[in-house]
């Protein structure tokens, strides 16, 4: 099957500082992928739509200003959390979508923010 | 609107006993697809099935089967001679006609005895 890489896989970071998240479509192109947020023991929640080449579109609640996602290419879509704090220290998930509709998730970056 | 509830939050059993996984979704589209994944200790979501609103028929592959009933929304999962190897939290999601946002249940932890 289609393979979704994300990079980093976890990372620990400073309150008040930004992280970029890659999600990558190893062997296909990805006009859409999606970040889904996950927190331990819970869900996972969608938090918005990435396509590439246009504006990304987001669920309700969450901060489009806090959670910058850029689909610069069609392999490569990226989640930067702004001005990180303790809060948003979750799991984080991306998906990509490839013709035929099937989605394909990552593995998950793992977010810890002191 | 869209939701999928997995009513058992938490399931033990002992090894080699059968299981079943509920699932009771809820939608408006007519055209719709169901999915169940495993999400082990690691965090990596492993896709197990999808089934479009147009194919009722169960299905088996090895140990595992779902059962779909749209007359009751439902689209439960079976592990037959449970191993302590499937411990993890399984989710049922839904998406809708174009496939895109899928929106998860709150999952079911599942604990496998030895």
């Known amino acids: 099957g289609a393979v979704v890489s994300q990079h980093p896989s976890w990372v620990i970071c400073k309150s008040g500082t930004s992280v970029k998240i890659e999600c990558r479509s190893l062997?296909?192109?990805?006009?859409?992928m999606f970040w889904y947020r996950q927190f331990p023991k819970q869900s996972l929640m969608l938090m918005a739509t990435?396509?590439?080449?246009?504006?990304?579109?987001?669920e309700q609640g969450v901060e489009k200003d806090k959670f910058l996602i850029n689909h610069a290419s069609l392999t490569l879509s990226t989640l930067t959390v702004t001005s990180a704090h303790p809060e948003d220290s979750s799991f984080y998930i991306c998906?990509?979508?490839?013709?035929?509709?099937?989605?394909?998730f990552g593995p998950g970056t793992r977010l810890t923010v002191l | 609107a869209q939701k999928v509830t997995q009513a058992q939050t938490e399931i033990s059993v002992v090894e080699k006993e059968d299981v079943t996984l509920d699932c009771v979704y809820e939608?408006?589209?007519?055209?719709?697809?169901l999915f169940w994944y495993k999400q082990p200790p690691s965090g990596e979501l492993v896709f197990l099935i999808r089934?479009?609103?147009?194919?009722?028929q169960n299905e088996i592959s090895g140990r595992y089967s779902w059962n779909f009933q749209k007359s009751t929304s439902s689209f439960n999962f079976t592990i037959t001679a449970s191993q302590v190897v499937d411990s993890a939290v399984y989710f049922c999601?839904?998406?809708?006609?174009?496939?895109?946002?899928?929106?998860f249940g709150k999952g079911t932890r599942l604990h496998i005895l030895p």
């Open positions: 998906s990509a979508l490839i013709q035929g509709n099937e989605q394909f």
């Open positions: 089934r479009n609103s147009f194919d009722e």
């Open positions: 990435s396509n590439e080449g246009s504006k990304a579109t987001y």
């Open positions: 062997d296909f192109q990805a006009t859409t």
């Open positions: 939608t408006r589209d007519t055209t719709y697809y």
């Open positions: 999601a839904l998406s809708g006609p174009r496939d895109d946002k899928i929106i």
